[in-house]
């Protein structure tokens, strides 16, 4: 069923239709739909329906300038009413209350959701990462509410002329697995590339810096919730059998574009490992 996902996040914007869904599966329609129920926990049309209301909220928020309306059929909805009717059952907001005042917790990237399947085919690289000067916001709260610090990160940004985000680098540090820890306890730092100092601010955006040296380095392709693989893989099944050892700093995400400015399949992240 993986290929049938994949399929559907690349065909978001298409029709998408159960007849062509299950031939990619190579199962008949009423198997399908068995399966892929059983699969993925929910029914397909619930799956992709859940696909562009969370591809809509993302726009509510960071687009701004965006038409409700123009989200609306964006998502494949025929009418805005029904649009805002589905988007209040998922969000419990309506879509003009939420771009006004977003719950932004509903918007989490779903790292403590580990997916533990291993990949023995992902492409490891080992490159020497150059120390980089970066600004942060550190993230001390449940994964669930990652968001919100990544919002008050993007507003630093827009005061300071960072945005848009094509114009450095940016990162996530990450600390710990959050499954071995509690919710509140999980750290993560949101972080970009600077030139100069930061200055003084209330946002709470500090100097810091990403220790060069060498790096095991995989290029996950797709949803952030989907990176957990990448970690899995580099800890559990590479690090084990290719002689190397830990070096005493954390792990860390390169992001090169940004959802929902890309659709979700289209995002790439490299996963940075830190050896010796």
């Known amino acids: 069923m993986q290929v049938v996902c994949d399929y559907i996040y690349a065909h978001l914007d298409d029709d998408l239709r159960v007849e062509d869904l299950s031939q990619i599966a ?38 701004p300038e965006k038409r409700i309306t123009d989200i609306a059929i964006d998502a494949k909805f025929e009418f805005p009413e029904s649009f805002s009717r589905a988007f209040k059952k998922a969000f419990l907001q309506p879509p003009s209350e939420f771009r006004r005042q977003p719950d932004l917790q509903k918007l989490g990237l779903n790292f403590h959701k580990f997916d533990n399947r291993l990949e023995s085919h992902m492409k490891v690289d080992v490159v020497h990462f150059e120390t980089t000067k970066i600004a942060l916001l550190k993230h001390r709260a449940s994964p669930d509410r990652i968001m919100e610090t990544v919002s008050i990160f993007r507003e630093w940004r827009k005061a300071t002329g960072l945005l848009p985000i094509t114009k450095s680098r940016r990162f996530n540090i990450i600390y710990e697995d959050p499954t071995e820890v509690m919710p509140e306890d999980f750290r993560c730092d949101i972080a970009t590339e600077v030139k100069s100092e930061v200055a003084d601010n209330d946002y709470g955006v500090i100097n810091g810096t990403l220790a060069g040296g060498r790096y095991a380095v995989v290029r996950h392709f797709g949803p952030y ?52």
């Open 26 to 63: 190579h199962f008949s329609k009423y198997h399908f739909h068995r399966q892929f129920s059983l699969y993925m926990g929910q029914n397909v049309f619930k799956f992709i329906q859940q696909l562009r209301l969370k591809r809509a909220a993302y726009e509510l928020v960071f687009q």
């Open 225 to 276: 919730n989907n990176i957990s693989r990448c970690l899995y893989f580099l800890y559990g099944e590479w690090l084990p059998d290719s002689g190397e050892e830990l070096r005493d700093a954390p792990c860390f995400l390169q992001h090169h574009n940004h959802f929902p400015e890309v659709a979700e399949h289209e995002l790439i992240t490299d996963v940075y490992l830190p050896i010796v």
